[in-house]
Nanobody
Framework: QVQLVESGGGSVQAGGSLKLSCAAS????????MGWYRQAAGKERELVSS???????ESADSVKGRFTISRDFAKATLYLQMNSLKTEDTAVYYC????????????WGQGTQVTVSS
């Protein structure tokens, strides 16, 4: 059974940083592309960043230069380092696995709340 468990969300002031983690299990972590989505209240879900099994990264323009996606194969964990956070980054952040930036993903985590205050 595939499980994706996010952690690291919380509340931070604008300009601050958070690092999200997504612990994966139940499938071959190294063979799947992974990504981070977010959904703000009243808005559509947005793909924030993705990384292929080979390490190719795609990111939304709104987070380029501020957010960094990475993965640790030994720990089967996906990360999202978020710096210079803005109030508009406030959302529920979801980890996704087995897919790509252009095709979407099959498996989803339960989400973790990130709240950025001014």
């Amino acid at each position: 059974q595939v499980q994706l468990v996010e952690s690291g969300g919380g509340s931070v002031q604008a300009g601050g940083s958070l690092k999200l983690s997504c612990a994966a299990s139940g499938y071959l972590f190294s063979s799947c592309g992974m990504g981070w989505y977010r959904q703000a209240a009243g808005k559509e879900r947005e793909l924030v960043s993705s990384i292929t099994s080979g390490g190719t990264i795609e990111s939304a323009d709104s987070v380029k230069g501020r957010f960094t996606i990475s993965r640790d194969f030994a720990k089967a964990t996906l990360y999202l380092q978020m710096n210079s956070l803005k109030t508009e980054d406030t959302a529920v952040y979801y980890c996704a696995a087995c897919g790509s930036w252009y095709r979407g993903f099959i498996y989803w985590g339960q989400g973790t709340q990130v709240t950025v205050s001014s």
